[in-house]
T-cell receptor, first 113, second 111 residues
Framework: DAKTTQPTSMDCAEGRAANLPCNHS???????VYWYRQIHSQGPQYIIH???NNETNEMASLIITEDRKSSTLILPHATLRDTAVYYC??????????????FGGGTRLMVKP | EAQVTQNPRYLITVTGKKLTVTCSQN?????MSWYRQDPGLGLRQIYY???????DKGDVPEGYKVSRKEKRNFPLILESPSPNQTSLYFC??????????FGPGTRLTVL
């Protein structure tokens, strides 16, 4: 799986959009970009994933650059409950290699009042 | 409600005393796995199962056993726990669509 690079930490004001970047310059053509988050010591939670088109669901939007070497997760109206560590993961979709998710360091997002 | 449950949520035990952490999912998922999370090391996969009676080792299987006799259950067994197995454990499940759902975690302390 391709390696990802994320900022260690970010702050965001409550009610504002949180934009979390991820670099994945070695991504392969069949690899998807997944985002998970982990609120303190809870189980990781799936947020969104995409291949090359921008994606949106009830939680967030995912913007992938045209060359697919980077992406941005957008939380449109961050709340205090969005304070968590956000993980960007690049991998081939479907069962493979034990379906293991490789969680890097992630970005610690602090939403402040 | 679709969910993955783990029991117990917290456990303090002593070295060598066999224990089992249960994991159950109600989504009819084929795939289940166990991870451990340690400070500075992230989540590491212990074992996984692609379906009933099909299990395989992950990155850190030593000291652990698993079984998959039913689709919904995937217990993690520590035959002889040691202090280096003190950790936060997560069970996860997914269908072929690959979105993984994680349980709430089991915090294990081995004295």
């Amino acid at each position: 799986d391709a390696k990802t690079t994320q900022p260690t930490s970010m702050d965001c004001a409550e009610g504002r959009a949180a934009n979390l970047p991820c670099n994945h310059s070695t991504i392969s053509g069949n690899e998807y970009v997944y985002w998970y988050r982990q609120i303190h010591s809870q189980g990781p939670q799936y947020i969104i994933h995409g291949l090359k088109n921008n994606e949106t669901n009830e939680m967030a939007s995912l913007i992938i650059t045209e060359d697919r070497k980077s992406s941005t997760l957008i939380l449109p109206h961050a709340t205090l409950r969005d304070t968590a560590v956000y993980y960007c993961i690049v991998r081939v979709a479907g069962f493979n290699a034990g379906n293991m998710l490789t969680f890097g360091g992630g970005t610690r997002l602090m939403v402040k009042p | 409600e679709a969910q993955v449950t783990q029991n117990p949520r917290y456990l303090i035990t002593v070295t060598g005393k066999k224990l089992t952490v249960t994991c159950s999912q109600n989504m009819n998922h084929e795939y289940m796995s166990w991870y451990r999370q340690d400070p500075g090391l992230g989540l590491r996969q212990i074992y996984y199962s692609m379906n009933v009676e099909v299990t395989d080792k992950g990155d850190v299987p030593e000291g652990y056993k698993v079984s998959r006799k039913e689709k919904r259950n995937f217990p993690l067994i520590l035959e002889s726990p040691s202090p280096n197995q003190t950790s936060l454990y997560f069970c996860a499940s997914s269908s072929w669509r690959d979105t993984q759902y994680f349980g709430p975690g089991t915090r294990l302390t081995v004295l």
